[in-house]
């Protein structure tokens, strides 16, 4: 075998091509030594045998004999090709065996295959219909691989407002049981949970009062309406029964007497100076300093 017969790589490695070209060669050599050691001559031997013996005895190429020895000698030379064939293939077997290992199949398979057309030429909804993906899910170790995902990562590459924009959410809306939801809801636990007064403190009373326009809620107002739903008898009774007539009548009874004992004095010295002041008149007296004259 020729030494020019294993091509090498850039890194004098074999190539698949030199290592198939020596392994073919090396086949076909030992085909043809085999051959022309074995295989040939013991035909050439039995059909030298025949043919001198249909030349010594002529007319006898149909006797029984010679027959059977053309035939057995049919037969050895096909048991003798199938005995080389075998080995021959076992001994091929070997030396591509003997050859790959020497190449770095991975890198060959890099250069020389086109893997983007042996993808686009896989039938990927056949491999997946023929998996068996509940089995896969049951040997997955789904919290080991949970742990090596970067969850974080995962969210900051998502677009939230384009999936939101996508979103349907009238229909979404009126898919929802709102009146199941709603019975589902623990308002009592809600509501314990809320601080009233930490929610009051936040208010601005003030603002919302200023924005309120008392005229347009009067307005709004029904007071007959709220007239109608007052019970004036029983509001009235309960005031004279809150409110001491006894002690309000006393406090009015006395406060009038002194009044009026007030006034009957006033009057009564009006009197007496209107009296003088005739007299004075009448008799010409004059009038003494600071009176008062009518």
Not at 47 to 61: K, N, T
Not at 98 to 121: F, G, K, N
Not at 145 to 150: A, E, G, R, Y
Not at 162 to 185: E, G, Q
């Amino acid at each position: 075998m020729h030494v020019d017969l294993w091509q090498r790589g850039p890194r004098n490695d074999l190539t698949v091509a030199g290592g198939l070209r020596a392994a073919g060669a090396v086949g076909a050599g030992v085909t043809r030594l085999a051959r022309a050691a074995v295989v040939d001559p013991a035909t050439a031997t039995a059909a030298g045998v025949l043919r001198l013996g249909w030349q010594l005895v002529p007319g006898v190429s149909g006797h029984p004999v010679l027959a059977e020895l053309s035939a057995g000698a049919e037969r050895v030379r096909n048991r003798l090709e199938h005995a080389v064939a075998d080995a021959l293939r076992a001994l091929l077997r070997r030396t591509v065996d003997a050859a790959l290992t020497a190449i770095d199949l991975t890198e060959l398979v890099r250069a020389h295959v086109d893997l983007d057309a042996l993808a686009a030429d896989i039938d990927v909804d056949a491999v997946i219909a023929r998996a068996d993906i509940d089995a896969v899910v049951a040997r997955a170790d789904v919290d080991a691989i949970v742990q090596t995902v970067d969850l974080d990562a995962i969210v900051g590459r998502v677009d939230v407002e384009a999936i939101v924009r996508t979103i349907d959410l009238d229909a979404i809306v009126d898919r929802v049981d709102l009146d199941r939801v709603a019975s589902r809801i623990d308002l009592d636990a809600i509501v314990a949970r809320v601080d009233i007064d930490q929610i009051a403190s936040g208010i601005d009373l003030d603002a919302i009062i200023a924005r309120i326009d008392p005229d347009a809620v009067v307005a709004r107002v029904d007071v007959e309406a709220v007239l109608d739903r007052l019970d004036l008898p029983t509001i009235a009774r309960q005031v004279i029964e809150g409110i001491d007539l006894p002690a309000v009548l006393r406090q009015s009874t006395g406060a009038v007497s002194s009044q009026a004992a007030r006034v009957v004095r006033t009057e009564g010295m009006n009197a007496d100076d209107s009296v003088a002041r005739f007299i004075d008149r009448v008799l010409r007296r004059p009038r003494p300093p600071g009176a008062v004259t009518a």
